[in-house]
């Protein structure tokens, strides 16, 4: 069972007000932890993953790997992550490089450059972070009655996203901005192997496997070529481009920083939250899962 694995969730050393998705405070409570329900999940004997793993949500609804952008564990990202929970989802959340929020992206950048396990540079070649995410897809299917596994990558994990799509226990794809690899001249590169990619258009030609890839229509750092690459592995891919009307050739992260920036204007607000119902609703048709009553 899930919750075999699951222990209680540890302090951190910093306290962030105001994250998206949290409980609301009693007047006169003390500053808010962000990782506040978020419980670490114990590594199993065997497991090829060496970084810390959390998870948030109902053990028993199905199961989405969410990885986190180049910032980490950033409050941001844990207030998606919250939400999707929200919305009838058991999220793992793989801390992959970087912090808890306790580092600016500069420092986390840093740290993403440097990591043996993340080649940020080379195309036409698979990143060796994925073979360990792999494994964790397998593990959490495992947990879930063997059941099928969404994956949702961004930026930094965009690629990873799709070179888990490989996996046969991974039934659908999200690559939000996918972002690497970071290289002049190669917007079309995905950051995948030639056996990865034959793979990943085999389980899309069968219907085992479908992908949908986000992005902002002026993202310098998530070409529209790179979308147009992952479109062409295979039937069953899905682009989702934000136009660049009321947008800045700045934004980049279309379910994590972009909605907050954007949240008191309109059409962008509503413009973002159709990104993220869609993300929502691509994985529940993936999952075969059932919308909760979120009116309560």
């Keep these: 069972m899930v919750q075999d694995f699951v222990r209680e969730a540890p302090s951190v050393e910093l306290r962030v007000p105001g994250v998206p998705g949290t409980p609301p405070r009693a007047e006169g409570d003390g500053p808010l932890d962000p990782m506040t329900g978020i419980q670490p999940v114990e590594r199993p004997r065997g497991a090829t993953w060496t970084w810390p793993v959390y998870r948030t949500g109902d053990a028993q609804d199905p199961p989405v790997i969410v990885m986190h952008e180049i910032s980490g564990m950033s409050p ?12 009838g989802f058991h999220v793992w959340m793989p801390h992959i490089v970087g912090p808890t929020p306790t580092a600016g992206t500069v420092r986390a950048a840093v740290r993403v450059c440097i990591s043996r396990e993340i080649d940020v540079l080379r195309s036409g070649r698979t990143s060796r972070v994925v073979a360990p995410l792999r494994d ?27 070179a888990m799509a490989t996996e046969p226990a991974v039934s659908g794809a999200v690559a939000a901005q996918p972002a690497l690899p970071f290289r002049p001249f190669v917007g079309r590169a995905l950051g995948l192997s030639p056996a990865d990619a034959q793979a990943i258009g085999e389980r899309l030609e069968d219907g085992e496997v479908a992908i949908l890839c986000t992005r902002f229509a002026r ?19 899905e682009i989702d ?17 972009a909605p907050g920036k954007y949240r008191d204007r309109q059409p ?10 869609r993300v929502t609703d691509f994985l529940r ?3 075969g899962a059932v919308a909760p009553n979120e009116n309560g």
Excluded: N
């Design 76 to 87: 941001t990202y844990i207030g998606y992550c919250r939400a999707l929970a929200a919305r």
């Design 136 to 162: 964790l897809a397998r593990h959490v299917s495992g947990l879930h009655g063997g059941g099928r596994v969404g994956v949702v990558g961004m930026c930094l994990t965009g690629g990873f996203a799709l």
């Design 219 to 237: 993202d310098a750092l998530s070409p529209h070529q790179r979308c147009a690459a992952v479109q062409d592995l295979g039937p069953g891919v």
């Design 241 to 257: 481009e934000i136009p660049a009307a009321g947008f800045s050739f700045l934004d980049h992260s279309v379910l994590t920083v």
């Design 268 to 277: 962008q607000a509503a413009r973002l939250q159709e990104s993220a119902d």
């Design 285 to 287: 048709s993936r999952l």
